[in-house]
């Protein structure tokens, strides 16, 4: 019960950071100095993340801390990887050996703060066609940041659903009516 607990708290928490930061980074509110100390506030990282950075407003700092950071335990990558772990015990898999249903979970191991950091230009925005009016770089996106939030978004959906049936479904597809003949 108590691990079934702790997966629920862990689904739920991917769902929400990862659906937030990306939102965030969709309206661009972390372009903006309250934007970008209300996520670090949400992320309850306030302190850890002015330790380590002082009063920088740095993109890459930010990911670092709310994304990647494994000695974060409210950084996407620490609930990631804790949830893959969480649900390989709970399928009673070997030790160092992933479940089906871990493997839903994306793999924080593959993420790189580089890659994640890049910028593309998005060729849908109206803001790219200005290019020559300094408005550019406003066009210019997290695309593979966005994919690897919206991916977690995604499982942790994913991850709900198949626990839920998994463990809590007592009944499955019967062809019978209940009907008198």
Excluded at 7 to 14: A, C, N, T
Excluded at 29 to 49: C, K, P, R, W
Excluded at 94 to 105: D, G, I, M, T
Aim: net charge negative; with cysteine.
């Amino acid at each position: 019960g108590w691990r079934l607990l702790s997966i629920g708290r862990h689904i739920e928490r991917l769902s929400f950071s990862s659906g937030a930061l990306n939102r965030a980074l969709a309206c661009g509110s972390l372009q903006t100095e309250s934007g970008f100390d209300a996520m670090v506030e949400l992320f309850d990282s306030a302190i850890t993340f002015h330790a380590q950075f002082q009063q920088s407003r740095d993109m890459a700092a930010l990911i670092d801390l709310l994304v990647l950071d494994r000695d974060n335990p409210r950084s996407v990558a620490w609930v990631a990887h804790t949830l893959r772990g969480r649900l390989a015990k709970l399928a009673g898999s070997e030790p160092q050996v992933l479940s089906e249903l871990a493997r839903k979970v994306p793999n924080p191991n593959v993420w790189g703060l580089a890659q994640l950091c890049e910028l593309q230009m998005d060729l849908s925005s109206p803001l790219a066609a200005s290019s020559q009016t300094g408005e550019a770089s406003a066009a210019a996106r997290f695309t593979l940041l966005k994919g690897v939030l919206q991916h977690c978004a995604q499982a942790a959906y994913s991850v709900s659903e198949e626990v839920s049936t998994t463990y809590f479904t007592h009944s499955g597809l019967v062809n019978t009516s209940v009907g008198a003949s």
